[in-house]
Structure formats: C-alpha cells, structure tokens
C-alpha cells in the first residue's frame, strides 16, 4: 500500500490529495489514525485500477 500512495501515478490524479493519504497511513500503522482501514484498502485499489485503465 505504501508503493501505491506514494507512487507518481498516485499522486498526479487530482482525486486524491497524495500527501494526506500517505500522512494518514503512516497514522495508522502507529495505530493513531481514526480514518478506517478498508478506506486504505478501497484508495489502494481504485489507484491500482486507475494506473491500469487511464495511464
């Protein structure tokens, strides 16, 4: 998850504000993030899919 969120391809999509994503997941490995984990899951994916289809 980490290689998606930090990727370029992440990063350049403007639905995604890259460096709250990545700010946030660091939050939740140390376990002080409130944003839920199937969030990070459902971003990692949507931006796997994304980089697929629409390089």
């Known amino acids: 998850m980490r290689e998606v969120f930090s990727s370029p391809s992440f990063g350049v999509r403007p639905d995604f504000d890259q460096a ?3 700010r946030e997941f660091r939050q939740s490995l140390r376990g002080r993030s409130t944003v839920e984990t199937m969030t990070f899951w459902r971003l990692m994916n949507l931006g796997l899919r994304l ?3 629409y390089r």
């Open 20 to 22: 709250a994503v990545v």
């Open 51 to 53: 980089r697929e289809f």
